[in-house]
């Protein structure tokens, strides 16, 4: 068997180059987290995610090996390529089988997910679910426009009734989804809502997401300029529209007064609609890993193997 040999980097004096501490290095800064420029259209919402996505790297000091950023398809899920670091854009829909393998097998990471409307709830709504009720340990950001954008403005599953799109050039007929009580019935352990309009909010929100050990879901109203201008505007303060926090009195371990929080008509509540504690997929798959190593203690992987091949005999 080949044998690979890593080496520390010597120095010309031949003293190891001794690696920084996390506590010595410095947080990145948007100049070296930005890649190229963003093509989405001049004042589209997505942008105001992208820099607070960016201010949140340098707030909590992820490092560049650290930053994991996964997306399906959409004008929002074009969202990786706009970070100078690790991250995929993948199929539309499927950034989280995607994202749950690497939350799975990294738990030094933690991964994010950007998703749009169609992409998380259409195409991707089964994946939605099933990664809610896993509760696998991730944070999925649905930058929610009510359409989709990058296909040029047909109706999304968030779209209102009465919406003309070009797949509905009457008016949209089908009852939207609520991206609120669908995530707490799938089994989403945090779920929040915010606005691209409130950038002191969606960091906020991202920070709570990040800091909580399991799936944590955040819709972001995030407007698209080009196909559903002023969809939003009932939601801004400097469109005459109201922005209205969660009263501190919301119990968020509360499902049903969640429930009730996400049955209010738009614009509603802005905050962490529900926050509970279960065991994650990584903490019981990582219990599992245990209990079966311990079984194996002292034996070699080729050992292991040929046992099973003997007991398939
Ligand atoms: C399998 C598959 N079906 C359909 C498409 C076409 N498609 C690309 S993006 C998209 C919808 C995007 O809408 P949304 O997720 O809301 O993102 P937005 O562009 O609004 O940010 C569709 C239908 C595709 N790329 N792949
Ligand atoms: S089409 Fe809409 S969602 Fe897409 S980049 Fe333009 S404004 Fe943003
Ligand atoms: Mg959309």
């Given at each position: 068997?080949?044998?690979?040999?890593?080496?520390?980097?010597?120095?010309?004096?031949?003293?190891?180059?001794?690696?920084?501490?996390?506590?010595?290095?410095?947080?990145?800064?948007?100049?070296?987290?930005?890649?190229?420029?963003?093509?989405?259209?001049?004042?589209?919402?997505?942008?105001?995610?992208?820099?607070?996505?960016?201010?949140?790297?340098?707030?909590?000091?992820?490092?560049?090996?650290?930053?994991?950023?996964i997306?399906g398809?959409?004008?929002?899920?074009?969202?990786?390529?706009?970070?100078?670091?690790?991250?995929?854009?993948f199929i539309h829909g499927r950034a989280l089988p995607f994202a749950s393998g690497?939350?799975?097998?990294?738990?030094?990471?933690?991964?994010?997910a950007?998703s749009?409307?169609?992409d998380a709830f259409s195409i991707g709504g089964n994946h939605f679910n099933h990664t809610a009720r896993k509760?696998i340990?991730m944070?999925l950001?649905v930058?929610?426009?009510?359409?989709?954008?990058?296909?040029?403005?047909?109706?999304?599953?968030?779209?209102?009734?009465?919406?003309?799109?070009?797949?509905?050039?009457?008016?949209?007929?089908?009852?939207?989804?609520?991206?609120?009580?669908q995530?707490?019935?799938a089994?989403a352990?945090?779920?929040?809502?915010?606005?691209?309009?409130?950038?002191?909010?969606?960091?906020?929100?991202?920070?709570?997401?990040?800091?909580?050990?399991?799936f944590?879901f955040?819709?972001?109203?995030?407007?698209?300029?080009?196909?559903?201008?002023?969809?939003?505007?009932?939601?801004?303060?400097?469109?005459?529209?109201?922005?209205?926090?969660?009263?501190?009195?919301?119990?968020?371990?509360?499902?049903?007064?969640?429930?009730?929080?996400?049955?209010?008509?738009?614009?509603?509540?802005?905050?962490?609609?529900?926050?509970?504690?279960?065991?994650?997929?990584?903490?019981?798959?990582?219990?599992?890993?245990?209990?079966?190593?311990?079984?194996?203690?002292?034996?070699?992987?080729?050992?292991?193997?040929?046992?099973?091949?003997?007991?398939?005999?």
């Amino acid at each position: 068997m080949n044998t690979i040999h890593f080496q520390m980097p010597t120095r010309l004096s031949g003293s190891p180059i001794a690696p920084l501490a996390d506590a010595d290095r410095k947080p990145l800064t948007k100049k070296e987290i930005a890649a190229d420029h963003p093509t989405w259209c001049p004042g589209c919402g997505d942008f105001s995610v992208l820099a607070l996505y960016f201010k949140l790297i340098e707030r909590r000091k992820i490092f560049h090996e650290k930053v994991t950023t996964i997306a399906g398809i959409g004008c929002s899920s074009r969202f990786p390529y706009f970070v100078q670091a690790h991250g995929a854009h993948f199929i539309h829909g499927r950034a989280l089988p995607f994202a749950s393998g690497v939350s799975l097998s990294r738990p030094d990471l933690h991964v994010f997910a950007f998703s749009g409307d169609g992409d998380a709830f259409s195409i991707g709504g089964n994946h939605f679910n099933h990664t809610a009720r896993k509760n696998i340990k991730m944070t999925l950001v649905v930058m929610d426009n009510w359409v989709y954008g990058l296909t040029k403005k047909q109706t999304s599953p968030t779209s209102p009734l009465g919406f003309k799109s070009k797949t509905d050039t009457w008016g949209a007929v089908d009852q939207p989804i609520n991206p609120m009580k669908q995530a707490i019935s799938a089994g989403a352990t945090f779920v929040a809502r915010t606005t691209h309009t409130n950038p002191n909010h969606v960091l906020q929100m991202m920070e709570a997401a990040m800091d909580h050990d399991g799936f944590s879901f955040i819709e972001c109203l995030s407007e698209c300029v080009e196909f559903y201008e002023g969809a939003f505007d009932a939601s801004n303060p400097r469109k005459g529209g109201k922005f209205d926090l969660i009263p501190p009195t919301h119990d968020v371990t509360d499902e049903m007064a969640a429930y009730k929080l996400a049955d209010e008509a738009f614009p509603g509540k802005f905050g962490i609609f529900y926050q509970v504690k279960r065991p994650t997929k990584n903490a019981r798959e990582a219990q599992i890993q245990q209990a079966a190593q311990e079984k194996v203690q002292g034996q070699a992987p080729w050992q292991i193997l040929q046992k099973s091949f003997e007991r398939m005999r």
